[in-house]
């Protein structure tokens, strides 16, 4: 089962509130604004500042 659309149409990044996107591999959401990308588990996004890495 995936994130649904109305999920990822709701869902910012904790930290700039900026949308974030599901990344090409579906492994994480990334922040267009601050490049953070929170893993994505078992389908539950971990929506976690801390949990976050920063990807160019």
Same mark, same amino acid.
């Given at each position: 089962? /995936?994130?649904?659309?109305?999920? *990822? &149409?709701?869902? $910012?990044? !904790? =930290?700039? %509130? /900026? !949308? $974030?996107? *599901? ?5 994480? *959401? %990334?922040?267009? %604004?601050?490049?953070? $990308?929170? !893993?994505?588990?078992? &389908?539950? !996004?971990?929506? =976690? $500042? &801390? #949990? /976050?890495?920063? #990807? /160019?």
């Amino acid at each position: 089962m /995936a994130i649904s659309k109305e999920l *990822l &149409d709701i869902l $910012v990044c !904790p =930290l700039c %509130k /900026a !949308p $974030v996107h *599901l990344t090409p591999s579906g492994s994480g *959401l %990334k922040c267009e %604004k601050c490049s953070r $990308v929170y !893993p994505v588990k078992e &389908d539950i !996004p971990v929506m =976690l $500042v &801390d #949990e /976050a890495k920063i #990807e /160019a």
